[in-house]
């Protein structure tokens, strides 16, 4: 049974009349229209349905590994996003199906914070810090232990403190507002920077105090990755001067920033989002770079941000793309070109899989349209 916390409960009421269907217009600035072999809802959480009986039954549930899932380099990360595939479809911890399966990733990634508030050592990345934090606050007011309540409370405060004590890292004038791979790093990149502000985006929705400086801050940095080519083409880079070319998952997750925490829709915007409806998802290939669950993560939430036009073009092409590669156990494999399948493991994938084909039900708090139901 899946039962929704009463924490989400009025936004989600409200995000119901507004949850897209299927099919219909196009995307502002695709070439050709595209004709794909849409699937319906109840094939669409059929396979949601098998990939996390899947998990279920993957998790280590004994010894000192308990709690995570086998990865190779992330074993972390791996459980952020296995827990946030369940929260995602609704299940909460010791109420639903899977309750324990999320109580015991929630205590294993809790156990893995050091004493200064930092996740990443165990993929020596901020990445990694970001997940398990979002992991933690979105399954914040749902634990049924009102001890562990507690205790996770202050342990996001941690982890959000270390967040910002990073953005205050002394940076180039370039890199202001940003962050990179570690809590000391005096870079940025906007892959990074994207996940800090999505946690301290969420972290504000608990009700913690994030002072709107380090939002205008951190938004002044992806602002700054904007590029327009002599040919027309705008869109978001990588790094700001050092990067080339605009890319399409670093464009997804500008526009989902700039939806979520910008009150207009700017010029840099209104050319991005034409980038990005002139990409279609394929199965691997150069614009993911060897990355593709990661940057078809940033590409769904970016284009999902755009409106129902958008996504109603998007939505078939990915889901038809991801039931297509489900293998017949329940979880996903990687496309031929994969970089992060050596690394991240079968979980990861999985989790990632599930956590796209679940988007549209707006369960997690980033995932709902903010904007577009309040502005």
């Known amino acids: 049974m899946r039962i929704i916390t009463m924490k989400w409960r009025t936004c989600l009421e409200a995000v119901g009349a507004a949850v897209v269907m299927l099919a219909g217009p196009r995307l502002a600035g695709a070439e050709a229209e595209r004709v794909v072999d849409a699937p319906d809802r109840r094939q669409i959480q059929a396979a949601v349905d098998a990939g996390l009986h899947w998990l ?16 190779p380099s992330y074993p972390t990360a791996v459980a952020g996003f296995g827990g946030l595939a369940f929260l995602a479809n609704g299940y909460l911890p010791g109420k639903s199906e899977y ?11 809790q156990a893995s914070m050091t004493p200064d508030g930092y996740l990443g050592t165990q993929g020596n990345s901020m990445y990694v810090h970001a997940v398990c934090s979002l992991l933690g606050l979105t399954y914040l007011g749902m634990s049924p232990d009102a001890a562990h309540e507690k205790e996770l409370a202050a342990w ?10 990073a953005q205050k890292v002394h940076k180039a004038d370039t890199e202001e507002g940003g962050w990179r791979y570690t809590p000391t790093s005096s870079e940025s990149d906007v892959s ?42 705008a869109g978001f880079v990588y790094r700001p001067l050092s990067s080339p070319t605009p890319e399409p998952g670093i464009t997804g997750t500008a526009l989902f920033l ?14 991005a989002r034409v980038f990005l409806g002139d990409l279609s998802p394929t199965w691997g290939g150069p614009q993911y770079k060897g990355y593709f669950y990661f940057v078809m993560f940033y590409m769904a939430q970016g284009v999902f941000q755009l409106g129902d036009d958008a996504w109603r073009d998007f939505a078939p092409q990915m889901q038809r793309l991801l039931l297509d590669h489900q293998l017949a156990d329940g979880s996903w494999e990687f496309p031929p070109d994969t970089r992060e399948g050596p690394v991240a493991g079968d979980a990861y994938a999985t989790s990632m899989a599930i956590l796209l084909l679940s988007l549209d039900k707006q369960y997690l708090p980033m995932y709902q349209r903010r904007t577009a139901l309040f502005r």
């Open 258 to 271: 700039k939806s979520l925490l910008e009150k207009e829709q700017d010029t840099k915007f209104r050319q």
């Open 56 to 71: 279920a039954t993957r998790q280590i549930k004994e010894g000192a590994d308990v709690g995570r899932w086998p990865s």
């Open 192 to 233: 990074v920077t994207s996940w800090q502000l999505l946690v301290l985006y969420t972290a504000k929705d608990c009700g913690y105090e994030i002072d709107r400086q380090v939002f205008a801050d951190g938004l002044r940095y992806v602002n700054s990755a904007f590029l327009e080519l002599p040919d027309g083409r």
């Open 99 to 109: 309750g324990t399966v999320l109580e015991r990733a929630m205590r294993y990634v």
């Open 156 to 165: 996001c405060r941690k982890s959000v403190e270390l967040i910002l004590r």
